[in-house]
């Protein structure tokens, strides 16, 4: 797995429109990959060490809970940002993909600025999560 100079966002969705508004939202600050289905993008998870994952909760080939909890078995993502775009806020529909593994969701229309934003702070989250992490193993080391 090879690291990029910019933080890695890996898009999955089959809706070219939607994957444009993204990399366009997205290219001066990160490395947009996307991929049209759920299966491509497990392959990809697997080969390519990626900083945040962003679905399209209208992808074809496999339900969104199901997806989510396939990326966090991958031991490389279990804290990467899995931001999940959708028409729906119903607490019905989010909260078994938030259960599933999802980090947080976006709602369309797509505002670009919105997007950036919010792969930009969960960025922060998961990089402060990563820091009290390591301050608290080596608390634990020098205890010992």
Do not use: W
């Not at 119903?90 to 599933?100: E, R, V």
Request: charged letters at 25%; glycine letters at 2%.
């Amino acid at each position: 797995m090879q690291k990029s100079e910019h933080p890695v966002v890996l898009i999955i969705s089959q809706d070219l429109p939607k994957i444009q508004i993204l990399k366009k939202a997205l290219k001066e600050k990160f490395h947009v990959l996307s991929k049209p289905q759920a299966t491509l993008g497990l392959e990809t998870a697997k080969a390519t060490l990626l900083d945040a994952i962003v679905i399209d909760s209208k992808i074809a080939d496999m339900p969104v809970a199901t997806l989510c909890q396939e990326i966090r078995k991958i031991a490389a993502y279990f804290e990467t940002p899995i931001i999940v775009i959708t028409q729906s806020l119903k607490k019905s529909f989010i909260n078994p993909i938030k259960q599933a593994g999802a980090t947080t969701f976006l709602n369309e229309p797509l505002d670009p600025v919105e997007i950036a934003t919010a792969l930009a702070q969960a960025l922060r989250i998961k990089a402060r999560e990563k820091t009290i992490s390591s301050l608290g193993n080596r608390m634990s080391k020098k205890k010992s």
